[in-house]
């Protein structure tokens, strides 16, 4: 069992940054791909970005690629999402969401993730 606590999220201005970390429970940390999803009011909620257990794939929405950064500190069990740039579509809640998986194996369906924290909003204004 993990449990996934998000943080970080805000109010910020269109162009400004935001990072938002989570952090999960448990020893197996490393042998988790995460994933990042986000659920704007209205909307369905939709993948951002994942990585690999040990970090060494990741994979961005088209949405997010080159404004967002994901990332993973295994020793410390936390995930971590830097977002630039960021424009008023962005606003949403933000879930991270982890699954077991061999070494490399990344998802992007939320319906692979077996694990979900209980969302951080993010809020951008124009």
């Known amino acids: 069992q993990v449990q996934l606590v998000e943080s970080g999220g805000g109010l910020v201005q269109a162009g400004g940054s935001l990072r938002l970390s989570c952090a999960a429970s448990g020893r197996t940390f490393s042998s988790y791909a995460m994933g990042w999803f986000r659920q704007a009011p209205g909307k369905e909620r939709e993948f951002v970005s994942a990585t690999s257990s040990r970090g060494g794939s990741t994979y961005y929405a088209s949405s997010v690629k080159g404004r967002f950064t994901i990332s993973r500190d295994n020793a410390k069990n936390t995930v971590f999402l830097q977002m630039n740039n960021l424009k008023p579509e962005d606003t949403a809640v933000y879930y991270c969401?982890?699954?077991?998986?061999?070494?490399?194996?990344?998802?992007?369906?939320?319906?692979?993730?077996?694990?979900w924290g209980q969302g951080t909003q993010v809020t951008v204004s124009s």
């Open positions: 969401a982890a699954r077991p998986a061999y070494s490399g194996s990344i998802y992007s369906t939320q319906t692979a993730y077996n694990y």
